[in-house]
């Protein structure tokens, strides 16, 4: 069966960085745009970046260009999540997510197919 398993997720203080990584497994990783989404405390769901099968095109949430970046190594059947400068608003746990349709970087939940069950990122201030 289809897996997506998140690590890389912890506890760092304002201004530090973490790295996020997403494994997938039982899916031709080639075929599928990814996705990374975030859900704090109360709050929904929402989209942080979306990378295409081949890693040429990638989208953002507005309010992280700059901070976060995303890739991929088809290689690995691995997407990362790079994020820089945290501050305590990125507090959330932080999910990956395979989109079927390989060319998008689609920043809807509802477009994907295949979820991880998701990383804890803290952020102390």
């Known amino acids: 069966q289809v897996q997506l398993v998140e690590s890389g997720g912890g506890l760092v203080q304002a201004g530090g960085s973490l790295r996020l990584s997403c494994a997938a497994s039982?899916?031709?990783?080639?075929?599928?745009?990814m996705g990374w989404f975030r859900q704090a405390p109360g709050k929904e769901r929402e989209f942080v970046a979306a990378?295409?099968?081949?890693?040429?095109?990638?989208r953002y949430a507005d309010s992280l260009k700059g901070r976060f970046t995303i890739s991929r190594d088809n290689a690995k059947n691995t997407v990362y999540l790079q994020m820089n400068n945290l501050n305590p608003e990125d507090t959330a746990v932080y999910y990956c997510?395979?989109?079927?349709?390989?060319?998008?970087?689609?920043?809807?939940?509802?477009?994907?197919?295949?979820w991880g069950q998701g990383t804890q990122v803290t952020v102390s201030s």
């Open positions: 997510a395979a989109d079927g349709l390989s060319y998008h970087t689609s920043p809807i939940s509802t477009n994907y197919a295949y």
């Open positions: 990378v295409n099968w081949s890693g040429s095109s990638t």
């Open positions: 039982g899916l031709t990783f080639e075929a599928y745009a």
